[in-house]
């Protein structure tokens, strides 16, 4: 799925339509997952899943079409923060559809997609040796009992019972 992603400065209309694709599969799959994991309506999630897909897409087309060296990420979450902003005319129905997308949704089919590109390169991964799987999983533990802590933290603070 990796080669879906056209990376050249200059997006065809090809490569329009694989970003279209690739964002069509995403979404269903998370709102399926979203569905059953969180019991939201499938056609609210669908409706956040879209508007994030749009956001996504129009911040991945001026990436490349502006003239400044800005990263598509910046222009995803400028995008994002302005149209939810309070007093726009936007911000009531886009934080209504997208809160009906849990993050957890979001980053399980991301995660299945990295193991997808991983599994791809894995003879290279192999290539580093047994040191570098007990750094990965080193890494992995770490930033989940960090998140974990940090998650605690501010639970404890904000008063939800621990």
């Given amino acids: 799925m990796?080669?879906?992603?056209?990376?050249?400065?200059?997006?065809?209309?090809?490569?329009?339509?694989?970003?279209?694709?690739?964002?069509?599969?995403?979404?269903?799959?998370?709102?399926?997952?979203?569905?059953?994991?969180?019991?939201?309506?499938?056609?609210?999630?669908?409706?956040?899943?879209?508007?994030?897909?749009?956001?996504?897409?129009?911040?991945?087309?001026?990436?490349?079409?502006?003239?400044?060296?800005?990263?598509?990420i910046i222009y995803i979450s400028v995008m994002g923060i302005v149209l939810a902003f309070p007093g726009m005319p936007t911000s009531d129905i886009l934080l209504y559809y997208v809160s009906k997308v849990e993050l957890l949704s979001i980053v399980?089919?991301?995660?299945?997609y990295v193991g997808i590109g991983m599994g791809k390169s894995w003879n290279e991964f192999k290539a580093l040796g047994g040191k570098a799987v007990i750094i990965t999983v080193l890494v992995i533990a770490s930033t989940y009992l960090g998140s974990a802590i940090v998650a605690h933290c501010v639970l404890v603070m904000t008063g939800v019972p621990a």
């Fill in 2 to 72: 990796a080669e879906i992603i056209d990376g050249s400065e200059n997006v065809s209309v090809q490569g329009i339509l694989n970003w279209i694709l690739l964002l069509a599969i995403f979404s269903i799959i998370t709102v399926i997952g979203n569905s059953i994991g969180f019991s939201h309506p499938i056609g609210d999630s669908l409706i956040g899943m879209a508007i994030l897909s749009l956001i996504t897409l129009a911040g991945v087309w001026m990436e490349r079409y502006l003239p400044f060296n800005i990263s598509s």
């Fill in 108 to 112: 399980t089919v991301f995660l299945a």
